[in-house]
């Protein structure tokens, strides 16, 4: 299939050299169609614990479905996906072993709205842990200090500005204690002048804590700074990926300059 | 090439291969138990010497229906007139004709009645709005059944039975005549035997009247809070909008508000359309012969009760069918249509 | 903590009741006009009812008060249904003053348990079919809204399902019975299983256990529209946190469902109460039935009037109870969220 030699071929050599398990997750010519409609049309991915990578790409590219194949919310057809050296398939023992181990933040929030921050961040821990409750709310307390809004801890979602909430989703998903963190639009739906606050407590994750992270995001100011590598995709086919630096400065495809050079002149 | 195995998955924790296989043994159990259920019930036919005989239905009826109405001639596949020498199955057909009557007649007067109401329930009148609340809460936190023996065993059957000293109550003249005979619209009284009778015109018999009344009633209470929850919905900004624009509020609420509370009140009242229809089977409570009354009829004049008995199960399921498959088409039509 | 800027109540407009009048029903001559003539109306049905309500023969009602309130059950066992009534009765009220001052519902679950149990107990002695009137009424009610929610929950939930068969089972048997009438599935129940079981199953049975069939299917279509209101983002969201299917539609799907379906099941369950009146075309002697069976007797032979209109009273009651709880609990549920 064309597209997906395309994909094959804009491959840096750098990551098919390294299939050894030191990649915490690789996705190898991943397939999925919705219907007779073909979303992802080969996705070769290989990220190494730590890496902060920002997936751009225009709408409809396949970017949302492709990191919710990571966590299970969307069956692959085709292809494989590992996650830590599990790879995804219909044994359940897997799937729930790789969903407490991959938190994932949406670009609605959708936190829990009959719950309060505190219950939403606990829940996880207390039901699907089963911590003790007090365990589990302590643990809630510190994820919502480390977000920074602890004094909304007993406020119902539809209190909280949008901020606000999305801090408290990025808590909720943090609650498992994931080795990876899946970002889809975190900042999309927010006002202008929440968005700061939400990329800075994602920022310091990157930073102080060492975490293995995949957003999508247009956000080019953040991915300048914290990505360690730009993936754009576009018609469910990695286009080009690289690092930052080479990615803004020095585009190799004509699709990837058309879409930079939308995007930057906003 | 890969340095992960593709690991193979025992089945047993295969989830699609489980949910597979719930599936069968979800189907299996209940195959198993409709079988129990044929099984038992032919031993109990075996025991009490009973068979299923379904020839009844083609033997001749021999009762009266309170009010006649045509059948269809099972011979000819003709309209008539429904007479006691008819089969049991043209009775059911006669209940079925008189089923479909009622329900028209009472959708009919639900729907002025509940627009009239709902009306009511929205004017600024204090006064007027809180009769039709009073109205709506009345009708509908009370049993239909019970409301259907108000109207004919507390109403009807009470009024003057026509003799001299219980005179009809007529309402125009002669046009609307009412005694405990039956409602009669259209007709000249004369007097025979002692008594006062009407003379040609629209006659209805009493257990008709209440049923329609009683349907009519209920039904409009349900159909009221319809037609205000629809008005409401759009009134406001709609309502704002448009008379920013420069109607009338006349223009306003004819242009702008009601064909879009007709969009919203359409799909529910047709719910209640449905409904009374399937409510006038409660006329076996005042023995006015649609379909239900009819097949009991004839089930207890044949002994069959369990082949009639499914029968109007069935009827009555086609009928919904058919009624919820027509409100489809018209819900599918309003969301084509152009707003 | 942000800054706090000090919110005003709206100045509090005191009509006295002349400028209400004025404002509600006499501004404008056609408001004037409609005033007055649904006033006269309003009037002279009233004087009419009261002069009705005069003369009428209540003795129908004062005279049975016990045949009304249980039917034919033997006079030595009455005191025991007076004490499961005064019980259950104890219990509703403590249970609405409860929800007022916000008892945890845990207390009140506990409460309703130990209620019942004791209820049982205490009627142990007495034959299901030896109950009647408004005990039967109420008890048919109570046992088949008990049964169907939990059966409508199943079946809700079996419609929105992944699997076709089940899927497929719970369409069926909602459309099947939706498209039926009480009545006639009533009747055709009865008729099966007399033909199935003889007398095995009684009739007070037979009518629980088919009310509790067709409202289960109602309540069915109900949840379904409640867990389809809950966003799908919801689910996804709890599973990817690692909550299991059960967990999420316990802890995620069903408690923001519940407070949208409030509303419709309190209607159904009304709807269910009122229902049950049905049962006396089956030959049950519940509220209606007593009451026919008293127009039956020759010294009541003409009070139809009479007692139609306390049949019509006394459902209302209760119906509007219902609704009025529903009420409350929806406003109580309400607070606190979004
Ligand atoms: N559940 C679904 N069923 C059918 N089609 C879907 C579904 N989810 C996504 N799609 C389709 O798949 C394609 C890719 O969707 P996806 O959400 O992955 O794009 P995206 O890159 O995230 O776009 P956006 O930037 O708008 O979020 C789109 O054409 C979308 O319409
Ligand atoms: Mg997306």
């Known amino acids: 299939m064309e597209t997906t030699q395309s994909a094959t071929a804009t491959q840096p050599a750098g990551t098919s050299a390294a299939r050894d398990g030191q990649h915490i997750i690789l996705l190898e010519s991943v397939h999925k169609w919705f219907g007779k409609l073909h979303v992802l049309r080969g996705i070769n991915l290989a990220i190494r614990p730590g890496e902060v990578v920002v997936v751009a790409g225009p709408s409809g590219s396949g970017k949302s479905t492709m990191i919710r194949c990571i966590n299970r919310l969307e069956r692959h057809n085709r292809g494989r996906v590992v996650v830590d050296g599990i790879e995804l398939s219909d044994d359940m023992r897997n799937v729930d072993a790789v969903r407490s181990e991959v938190g994932m933040v949406f670009q609605s929030f959708n936190l829990f709205p009959h719950l309060t921050a505190l219950q939403n961040v606990g829940l996880a821990p207390l039901q699907v842990r089963r911590w003790p409750r007090t365990k589990a709310e302590r643990a809630a307390m510190e994820l919502l200090e480390r977000v920074g809004i602890p004094e909304k801890a007993h406020a119902y979602p539809g209190q909280l500005s949008g901020g606000q909430q999305q801090r408290v989703a990025i808590a909720r998903a943090l609650a498992m204690n994931p080795k990876i963190m899946l970002f889809d639009e975190p900042t999309s739906a927010l006002d202008p002048e929440m968005i700061q606050e939400v990329l800075d407590v994602m920022l310091g994750l990157a930073r102080e804590h060492g975490m293995t992270m995949i957003v999508v995001t247009h956000e080019m100011g953040f991915a300048r700074e914290v990505a360690n590598r730009m993936v754009f995709m576009d018609e469910g086919v990695i286009v080009e990926e690289g690092p930052p630096e080479h990615f803004f400065t020095n585009p190799q495809h004509e699709r990837t300059k058309l879409f930079l050079s939308k995007i930057l002149h906003q | 090439m890969a340095a992960i195995p593709r690991a193979r998955v025992p089945f047993w924790r295969n989830v699609r291969t489980l949910e597979f296989l719930g599936q069968i043994v979800f189907i299996v159990l209940l195959a198993g138990a409709l079988w129990g259920g044929r099984v038992a019930l032919q031993e109990s036919f075996l025991r009490q010497n009973i068979r299923l005989d379904w020839g009844f239905f083609r033997q001749t009826a021999g009762f009266e229906l309170t009010a006649l109405t045509w059948t269809i001639d099972l011979d000819t596949w003709r309209l008539k007139d429904y007479e006691p020498t008819d089969s049991h199955a043209e009775a059911m057909i006669a209940g079925l004709f008189n089923t479909i009557t009622v329900a028209l007649l009472g959708i009919a007067l639900a729907t002025i009645l509940g627009l009239l109401v709902g009306i009511g329930r929205l004017s600024r009148n204090w006064l007027l709005n809180r009769l039709a609340m009073a109205y709506v809460e009345l009708f509908r936190n009370t049993p239909l059944l019970v409301q259907l023996f108000f109207w004919y065993f507390a109403v009807m059957l009470q009024l003057p039975n026509g003799s001299p000293q219980q005179p009809p109550i007529r309402f125009f003249g002669d046009f609307i005549v009412l005694t405990n005979g039956g409602l009669a619209f259209g007709g000249t009284v004369a007097e025979r035997f002692g008594r006062l009778i009407v003379d040609g015109g629209v006659q209805l018999t009493t257990e008709f009247s209440a049923l329609v009344a009683g349907l009519a009633v209920y039904t409009s209470a349900f159909i009221a809070e319809i037609i205000r929850g629809g008005i409401l919905a759009v009134s406001r900004g709609q309502m704002e909008a448009a008379r920013s624009l420069g109607l009338t509020h006349g223009q306003a609420l004819r242009l702008i508000v009601l064909p879009q509370a007709l969009r919203i009140v359409i799909p529910p009242l047709g719910n209640q359309f449905l409904n009374l229809t399937k409510n006038s089977s409660l006329a076996l409570g005042i023995g006015y012969a649609e379909f239900l009354t009819a097949a009991n009829t004839v089930s207890s004049q044949s002994f069959r009760s369990l082949e009639t008995f499914t029968v109007v199960t069935l009827g009555y399921l086609a009928l919904s069918l058919i009624i919820s498959g027509f409100l489809n088409l018209i819900r599918a039509r309003l969301r084509l249509a152009p707003a | ?338």
């Not at chain 3, 009220?93 to 001052?101: N, S």
């Not at chain 3, 049982?120 to 009424?137: A, C």
């Not at chain 3, 099947?176 to 008729?191: A, C, D, E, Q, Y």
């Not at chain 3, 079981?197 to 409640?226: C, K, N, P, Q």
Request: contains cysteine.
């Open chain 3, 1 to 338: 903590m942000a800054t706090r800027v000090e919110v005003l109540p709206a100045p509090e407009e005191r009509l006295s009741a002349w400028q209400w009048a004025r404002r509600n029903l006499f501004d404008g001559w056609l408001n004037t006009l409609l005033t007055l003539l649904t006033g006269a109306a309003l009037v002279s049905f009233v004087s009419a009812i009261l002069r009705w309500a005069a003369r009428a023969h209540w003795s129908v009602i004062t005279d049975n008060p016990r045949f009304w309130l249980m039917g034919l059950m033997p006079v030595e066992l009455a005191p025991r249904a007076f004490w499961a009534g005064g019980l259950v009765a104890a219990a509703a009220l403590l249970t609405l003053g409860g929800v007022r001052v916000r008892v945890a519902p845990r207390v009140l679950f506990g409460l309703w348990v130990g209620i019942i149990i004791a209820v049982i107990w205490v009627m142990s002695p007495v034959r299901l079919d030896q109950i009647g009137g408004l005990y039967l009424t109420l008890l048919l009610a109570v046992v088949s809204i008990s049964l169907s929610f939990p059966i409508g929950i199943l079946v809700g939930m079996g419609r929105v399902s992944r699997l076709p068969a089940i899927r497929g089972f719970s369409i069926l048997y909602i459309e099947l019975i939706r498209g039926i009438p009480l009545i006639t599935m009533l009747l055709w129940f009865f008729v099966f299983v007399t033909l199935l079981s003889g007398d095995a199953i009684t009739r007070v049975e037979r009518a629980m256990i088919g009310l509790t069939i067709f409202t289960s299917a109602y309540v069915g279509e109900i949840v379904r529209a409640g867990i389809q209101s809950v966003p799908r983002g919801q689910t996804e969201a709890a599973r990817a946190v690692g909550l299991s299917a059960v967990q999420t539609m316990r802890f995620i799907v069903m408690p923001q469902a519940m407070k949208n379906m409030i509303p419709s099941l309190v209607g159904q369950f009304i709807s269910l109460f009122k229902d049950t009146s049905l049962t006396v075309i089956i030959g049950l002697s519940d509220l209606v039935g007593t009451g026919r069976s008293l127009l039956a007797i020759t010294r009541y032979l003409q009070d139809t009037q009479e007692v139609y209109v306390f049949l019509l009273i006394a459902y209302f009651c209760f119906s509007y109870l219902m609704s009025y709880g529903s009420r409350l609990l929806e406003k109580r549920l309400g607070l606190g969220e979004r």
